[in-house]
């Protein structure tokens, strides 16, 4: 498996291919966010610290979190920021910052402390805090609004296991580092993508090809971001993103996929039918559960009283 690292590119000379292109390492794209200057852990607490959150739980270390998904549950942003704060801050924590730069060490590194649970955040900005949204600009890449924002927060090591999204997205580090190794849709097959799903078991920062032979063959591209970067990754594109500093913010901004996107990207297009199977079904239970309704609304007007038998 070979990586080759993602191009760097100044704002002013970018704009993402209709057809969807490659990832670009975007420069100064955040240059003016207030984010970046005023993002500390006390303005984060004021701005939204009562606010409840959905945390994403593992078993143990924070690793490849949403293939290993554990009860999860819901507690204040501050409280949570505590958390991380707490584990960056720990002796564990800044030994292995401290001893080891590259992604495969860190990795190592973290699963051989004792995690009893980890934890992830990942939450839309505009339900954490309409302040916070106002930090950040939208890149004006496309023509539409983006159709979601989100926040990202995670402590050293934490990674998201390697998956794809179905739009087109961009990826701001406001605060830390993190590290991206993203494969093209063409090496859905090398990289064992999961039937009907938009996730991997292949690990790229620890690979086993013993179990996953064929992703020996798979080129794949990498880079790490840091503050005030952005990277842009096309609708299809695996990636798999770890946390290599102590904690880390992004901000993720992801667009409707332009058309034909979705038709030239054969790894998209089974969990894009699944999705709109999905959508086909909770529209006919809504349609049938309609229905009925309509057929006893008149009874109702009749004067019928509710639990009276019919006549």
Not at 204 to 214: I, S, Y
Request: with cysteine; hydrophobic share 40%; proline share 8%.
């Amino acid at each position: 498996m070979d990586l080759i690292e993602i191009p760097r590119i100044h704002v002013s000379e970018f704009r993402p291919p209709r057809m969807g292109g490659e990832p670009r390492v975007v420069l100064e794209n955040a240059q003016q966010w207030r984010a970046l200057r005023a993002w500390s852990p006390e303005y984060l607490k004021s701005m939204a610290g009562a606010k409840h959150v959905a945390v994403r739980e593992t078993v143990g270390p924070p690793r490849n979190v949403y293939q290993n998904l554990a009860e999860g549950g819901r507690i204040s942003f501050a409280q949570y920021l505590d958390w991380v704060l707490e584990m960056a801050s720990g002796e564990d924590f800044r030994n292995v910052a401290t001893r080891h730069c590259n992604v495969a060490d860190i990795t190592r590194a973290i699963c051989n402390l004792p995690f009893a649970n980890a934890y992830y955040l990942d939450t839309r900005l505009a339900a954490l805090s309409t302040e916070l949204l106002k930090d950040v600009d939208i890149p004006r890449w496309y023509t539409s609004d983006p159709v979601d924002v989100l926040l990202w927060c995670g402590v050293l090591g934490t990674s998201s296991g390697l998956h794809f999204d179905i739009t087109p997205n961009c990826n701001v580090q406001v605060a830390g580092h993190k590290h991206f190794i993203l494969f093209p849709p063409s090496a859905c097959r090398l990289l064992y993508q999961n039937g009907g799903g938009a996730h991997c078991p292949f690990d790229p920062n620890t690979p086993d090809f013993d179990r996953f032979p064929l992703a020996k063959k798979a080129l794949g591209w990498r880079c790490t971001l840091y503050m005030g970067d952005s990277l842009y990754i096309p609708a299809g594109w695996f990636h798999q993103v770890t946390v290599t500093s102590p904690w880390a913010l992004n901000v993720n901004f992801f667009w409707p996929r332009p058309f034909p996107q979705g038709l030239i990207t054969p790894s998209l297009w089974r969990v894009l039918i699944r999705r709109k199977w999905a959508r086909l079904r909770a529209g006919l239970r809504v349609s049938g559960s309609h229905s009925y309704f309509c057929r006893i609304r008149p009874a109702q007007e009749r004067g019928v009283k509710a639990g009276a038998a019919p006549e």
